[in-house]
């Protein structure tokens, strides 16, 4: 069994600060490509950014040069660094990891439970 937990989220005034965790557990030959997607009331969900396994980054437009991914392989743990938040970046924040739990076996998509953020003075 595989479980994702994001944390991280909350309050935070208009040019603040935000780094959201995503931590992986269970039973994990390997995590492949993980990924933070949002959701802001009465819209689509979104991909906001991306690592593979190898570290390669792929960002939104509307979050380029402001969010930064990471990954920690050690600790099963995938982050977003958010700064110079705007109140358009209020949403729930999801994370999404591609994991393996068999070995030479493809991994299956994941879904953390999502961690509220909320730009607002």
């Known amino acids: 069994q595989v479980q994702l937990v994001e944390s991280g989220g909350g309050l935070v005034q208009p040019g603040g600060s935000l780094r959201l965790s995503c931590t992986a557990s269970?039973?994990?030959?390997?995590?492949?490509?993980v990924g933070w997607y949002r959701q802001a009331p009465g819209k689509q969900r979104e991909l906001v950014a991306h690592?593979?396994?190898?570290?390669?980054?792929a960002y939104a437009d509307s979050v380029k040069g402001r969010f930064t991914i990471s990954r920690d392989p050690a600790k099963n743990t995938v982050s977003l660094q958010m700064n110079s938040l705007k109140p358009e970046d209020t949403a729930v924040y999801y994370c999404?990891?591609?994991?393996?739990?068999?070995?030479?076996?493809?991994?299956?998509?994941?879904w953390g439970q999502g961690t509220q953020v909320i730009v607002s003075s």
């Open positions: 269970g039973t994990i030959v390997s995590i492949n490509s």
């Open positions: 690592i593979t396994s190898g570290g390669n980054t």
């Open positions: 999404n990891a591609d994991i393996s739990v068999i070995l030479f076996r493809p991994g299956r998509a994941y």
